[in-house]
Nanobody, 117 residues
Framework: QVQLVESGGGLVHAGGSLRLSCAGP????????ITWHRRAPGKERELVAG????????NYADSVKGRFTISRDNAKKVVYLQMNALKPEDTAVYYC??????????WGEGTQVTVST
């Protein structure tokens, strides 16, 4: 049973925007903190942004601060990553991860984001 599904990736020109979604229809979603990670070709996976269970707390990697915004809608069981002013170095596969105390950690299968010059 799939626990997390990412969507919204694609090809965009530098300076453009994309909004990624991370859906967790089978999770007790409000119990999970959600983080977005990315893996660029030839690089280690890195944390991009995170949001607390209620959405009251967020954090961002320095490389995306001021350009990316993470938000969540617990009623819809979705976390969003709004990505603006995209750069070629943002090209990566983006993954979401769900974490809750005492429960298994879940990862989605990822969505490709490609930013062209």
């Amino acid at each position: 049973q799939v626990q997390l599904v990412e969507s919204g990736g694609g090809l965009v020109h530098a300076g453009g925007s994309l909004r990624l979604s991370c859906a967790g229809p089978n999770l007790l979603f409000v119990d999970y903190g959600i983080t977005w990670h990315r893996r660029a070709p030839g690089k280690e996976r890195e944390l991009v942004a995170g949001i607390s269970r209620t959405g009251s707390s967020t954090n961002y990697a320095d490389s995306v601060k001021g350009r990316f915004t993470i938000s969540r809608d617990n009623a819809k069981k979705v976390v969003y990553l709004q990505m603006n002013a995209l750069k070629p170095e943002d090209t990566a596969v983006y993954y979401c991860k769900a974490t809750a105390m005492g429960r298994p950690v879940y990862w989605g299968e990822g969505t490709q984001v490609t930013v062209s010059t």
